[in-house]
């Protein structure tokens, strides 16, 4: 009786699928990272911790952002974009005004339930005394079409 052996084929490493594509190395390393700051601070976040839980080396998640606190600032950053853009999806400005500011009241209550990690690294940044958020021009960008989005909503029900 002759024995036949299937060929196997090699899996493919997870590491190197992901180096071709670096957009999706990024925000996989984001996303944990984003956890990890979320849950531990600042300075008590590990980079080994987060390399482990994406299977990238450290040396991976370095050239990408460079340093911790790189990493920290863009998954800060990542947090706000994520608010903004949910913010942009309301379609609001054809709603009376307070209906428009009320709804986007509710979603912001409503993202910051649903996201605590969100909340965790606002909190987080406000005991660094916001130093992080000064450095980075995407927030500020972010925020001032917030703000401007707020403005236009209160010039309408002041015409009112």
């Given at each position: 009786m002759a024995v036949i052996k299937k060929e196997r084929k090699p899996k493919p490493d997870a590491n190197t699928t992901r180096i071709q594509d670096p957009?999706?190395?990024?925000?996989?390393?984001?996303?944990?990272?984003?956890?990890?700051?979320a849950l531990n601070g600042l300075s008590g976040a590990r980079i080994d911790e987060i390399a482990a839980r994406t299977r990238f080396s450290k040396r991976m998640i370095y050239y990408y952002?460079?340093?911790?606190?790189g990493l920290y600032l863009r998954a800060l950053e990542n947090a706000y974009r994520q608010v903004r853009e949910g913010e942009?999806?309301?379609?609001?400005?054809?709603?009376?005004?307070?209906?428009a500011l009320t709804r986007l009241v509710e979603f912001t209550f409503d993202h910051h339930h649903r996201h605590e990690e969100f909340i965790r690294m606002v909190m987080i940044?406000?005991?660094?005394?916001?130093?992080?958020?000064?450095?980075?021009?995407?927030?500020?960008?972010?925020?001032?079409?917030?703000?401007?989005?707020?403005?236009?909503?209160?010039?309408?029900?002041?015409?009112?």
């Amino acid at each position: 009786m002759a024995v036949i052996k299937k060929e196997r084929k090699p899996k493919p490493d997870a590491n190197t699928t992901r180096i071709q594509d670096p957009e999706g190395t990024r925000r996989n390393i984001l996303e944990i990272a984003s956890k990890e700051f979320a849950l531990n601070g600042l300075s008590g976040a590990r980079i080994d911790e987060i390399a482990a839980r994406t299977r990238f080396s450290k040396r991976m998640i370095y050239y990408y952002f460079g340093d911790k606190e790189g990493l920290y600032l863009r998954a800060l950053e990542n947090a706000y974009r994520q608010v903004r853009e949910g913010e942009a999806q309301l379609d609001i400005e054809g709603l009376p005004p307070v209906a428009a500011l009320t709804r986007l009241v509710e979603f912001t209550f409503d993202h910051h339930h649903r996201h605590e990690e969100f909340i965790r690294m606002v909190m987080i940044e406000n005991i660094h005394h916001g130093q992080y958020l000064e450095q980075s021009n995407a927030i500020r960008e972010l925020n001032v079409t917030a703000i401007d989005h707020i403005s236009r909503i209160y010039s309408r029900g002041v015409e009112e």
